[in-house]
């Protein structure tokens, strides 16, 4: 849950997001973009949505490496991740399946190899990772 803090000032992971300012999250990963009803989106994520976009590993692994070059205009105030192996935290989170720490972690980890932080520091990690 550790690589979930920074995000759950704005997102909850459950369906009840009481009264965060970002979308509830529960279940993201296979849902449309701009997918929980009771949230208001940026015209840019109801236009994914329209468009048809749904939120897979990939897509969102993108997404928060920069947000706004996938939806420019996008209303999400929170800095890219650069650091892969972050990214790839927050997505085994994402899924509900962080509790597994999978050695293969899927695809997306293989890429996260190398860097030498220490990943429970508090924080996200902004610096590219080399
Ligand atoms: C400052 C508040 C804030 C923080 C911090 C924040 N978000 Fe967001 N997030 C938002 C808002 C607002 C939106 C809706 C953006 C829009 O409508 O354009 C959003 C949208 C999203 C979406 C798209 C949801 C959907 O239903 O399509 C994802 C995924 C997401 N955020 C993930 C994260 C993750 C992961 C983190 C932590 C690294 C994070 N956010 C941190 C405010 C925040």
Request: hydrophobic letters at 35%.
């Amino acid at each position: 849950m550790q690589a979930f803090e920074p995000c759950q000032a704005c997102h909850a992971l459950t369906r009840d997001a009481g009264q965060k300012p970002g979308p509830q999250l529960a279940g993201l990963i296979g849902r449309p973009v701009a997918g929980d009803p009771a949230f208001d989106y940026s015209p840019a994520l109801r236009a994914a949505r329209d468009k048809g976009d749904v939120w897979t590993r990939e897509r969102l692994d993108l997404f928060l490496a920069d947000a706004e070059a996938m939806y420019p205009g996008q209303w999400m105030g929170s800095p890219p991740i650069r650091n892969a192996k972050h990214r790839a935290d927050l997505l085994c989170v994402l899924e509900g399946r962080e509790a597994l720490h999978r050695p293969d972690g899927g695809s997306l980890a293989q890429h996260a190899t190398g860097s030498g932080r220490d990943v429970r520091s508090r924080g996200p990690d902004y610096s590219t990772s080399r």
